[in-house]
């Protein structure tokens, strides 16, 4: 199951206390309290696992470690040991404190979440000529505490949508090596479906229904996933009795989740094909057609079909 949204709190490490303290041999008298150790920043990092978000929903706080106290002979205590949250490559990252967003979209891409506190001087540091024995020393700065906001959007190139059971998981599975199940019931993909066809990712989400973006179904919570890709492959069963509401009810959803993605460049699939006469399917193209779509029928069964389906794909990018 992959997480796609979770909140977190995180808590940087506070840096270590300055130390007082004095050399006691006769001849160096004078103070040499070291510095606190720097406290723990917490980092967030990129990974290609999908599920990274899920060890979020078990544990919700995390800390970095505090800095060491500093040391008698003037020297700074330990740093405290950074803390690297791993987060799918796609994730939007909502600082919900200062309100500030950022991406996250390579393996290996690190960004500060919160900041260890800077350690506390020693009395060392507060020697003067005119007190040459300070008993003066600082606390360590607390770390920044911010809580996450963490979104999972996949990067995908290609969007499939349409109603449930028009056959999206199904032309997934046949345009990539992806598993996707398939069955003959609505409501078959609960979670989105990746793939891989040639250098394009394809995205399989569940099947969208009218309402779907004001939550009705599944749909909603999975258009965000293709809010980045490039091209919508909208799919339509030829079984339908009326294929223009259909194809009505999913372009106003997407239009009602954000306008963006009924700008997006969309290819048809009239899926199903195998199951219909030419006639019949020439009819039903008609009633979509207009003269600027690029549309056309395709069968899991024909592998003609779906050697035109690629290439009308490829030719969007
Ligand atoms: N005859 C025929 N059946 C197909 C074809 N493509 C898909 N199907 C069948 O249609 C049904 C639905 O297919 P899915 O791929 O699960 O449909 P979906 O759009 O992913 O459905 P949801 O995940 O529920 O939204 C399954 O029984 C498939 O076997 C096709 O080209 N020809
Ligand atoms: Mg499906």
Redesign the pocket.
Known sequence: MITDEVKIKVQAGQGGDGVVAFNKVKMSLGPTGGKGGLGGSVYFQGVSDLTALNKYKRKRDYYAEDGKDGRGDKSTGHGGKDLILTVPIGSVVHNLTTEKDFEITQVGETILAAKGGIGGRGNFYFRSPVNTSPEKYEKGKLGENFEFFIELRLIADVG?V????????????ELTRAK???????????EPNLGVMDRLILA?I??LIEGASRGKGLGIKFLKHIQRTKVLVH?L?LESEDLLKDYKIVRQELENYNPELSQKPEIIFL?????FSDEIIKAKMKILGEKNKKIIA?????ERSLVEAKKLIFSLF
């Open positions: 499939l349409g109603l449930p059971n028009a056959g999206k998981s199904s032309l997934l599975n996707a199940r398939v069955a003959d019931y609505p409501f078959t993909t609960l399989d569940p099947g799919c069963s899926t199903k094909s195998d199951l395709i069968s899991i069964l024909d």
